[in-house]
């Protein structure tokens, strides 16, 4: 036969122990997640409502990129001045909206603040704050450039608006959508416990195969897991996915292998698909919680420099 399989022995001291795996699955846990007292009772997403979110996203997105394109178009035209009538208004206003910003953060740490509203209400303020109040603060530079100081918080402005942007695409990937909860890690690794045990040990998986699964396994479930190591799983997964499929073309369009080892290995290779899959999405969870918690590093101090730029802006505008 072309795939030559060796069954792991469960005496082997290089096999991956049931026993030490339900051990490890009951110890170690994964990134930083949402702990629940039961996971199974969640309702089902209601498709109606997800479609009908991703079609206002999608409107306000496109409302907003029409009107930075029409301000940028008619940038030479001078409608606004950032010094009097409704430019110096629309400053006000963006200026306001983005210190407003700061109202998600207390929400979450300060404990007065605990008791107005759930807290995706103030996600979603966050975040809609966080992408008109640039708008604003665009026209009310007219999209030109001006002195040092005022050049200085809007690129500051911009960088902030941007870290936001990327960091709502992170926040995506690790929750069931923008303001659902967090997916739990232990669910993702409990799914691939479930189905590990079908396609360990077919005519795919080989010892030296279940070896490195297992490995890849440890490796996510660490807690100081770092950003480089998850890169690692994930790719780890992805090349074994991809000898194994090679392997798997190769052997059927040799013409050697009779039909009932053509159902055999397609069977196999059916199982290995959908449990490297989960395998993968375990790493992919790791690596962009990983990412999150670097991003939430970068973007709070670029929020504050935002801050600082602006009142030395508003100050400098005021005094001279």
């Known amino acids: 036969m072309i795939f030559e399989h060796t069954p792991v022995r469960a005496d082997s001291p290089r096999a991956p122990s049931s026993r030490a795996a339900s051990q490890a699955s009951d110890v170690k846990t994964s990134r930083p997640r949402r702990v629940t007292g039961k996971t199974a009772s969640r309702p089902k997403p209601n498709p ?4 009908s979110s991703y079609a206002g996203s999608l409107s306000f997105s496109v409302s907003i990129g029409v009107l930075l394109a029409w301000g940028w178009w008619q940038r030479d035209e001078y409608w606004f001045s950032a010094g009097d009538g409704w430019g110096y208004a629309f400053g006000i206003i963006g200026a306001s909206l983005m210190a407003l ?12 603040m605990r008791q107005f509203l759930p807290i995706r209400y103030w996600f979603q303020l966050h975040m809609l704050f966080g992408i008109i109040g ?3 603060i665009l026209f009310h530079s007219n999209f030109h450039l001006g002195s040092l100081n005022s050049n200085i918080a809007l690129f500051s402005m911009l960088t902030v608006a941007a870290s936001g942007i990327v960091g709502r695409y992170v926040y995506r990937q690790i929750h069931r959508g923008l303001y659902g909860a967090q997916i739990e890690f232990s669910d993702l690794r409990t799914a691939y416990e479930d189905i590990r045990k079908q396609f ?3 005519a795919l998986v080989d010892e030296k195969t279940a070896i490195r699964l297992q490995k890849i396994d440890m490796t996510l479930i660490d807690r100081s897991l ?4 998850s890169l690692w799983a994930r790719h780890a997964v992805r090349a074994m996915r991809t000898k194994v499929a090679h392997r798997l073309s190769r052997a059927l369009h040799s013409g050697s292998l009779q039909p009932d080892q053509v159902r055999v290995l397609k069977a196999s290779y059916a199982g290995w698909r959908e449990g490297t899959a989960r395998l993968e999405g375990m790493a992919r969870y790791a690596v962009f919680a990983r990412l999150l918690s670097l991003w939430h590093v970068m973007h709070l101090p670029l929020f504050f420099m935002m801050l600082v730029a602006a009142v030395v802006h508003v100050v400098v505008v005021h005094m001279y």
Do not use: D, E, I, Q
């Not at 770092?226 to 190591?229: E, G, T």
């Open 48 to 51: 109606f409502s997800r479609l």
């Open 101 to 112: 910003l700061l109202l998600y953060p207390a929400r979450k740490h300060w404990t007065p």
């Open 134 to 136: 640039p708008v604003f």
């Open 200 to 202: 360990v040990g077919n």
């Open 226 to 229: 770092s950003l480089r190591r």
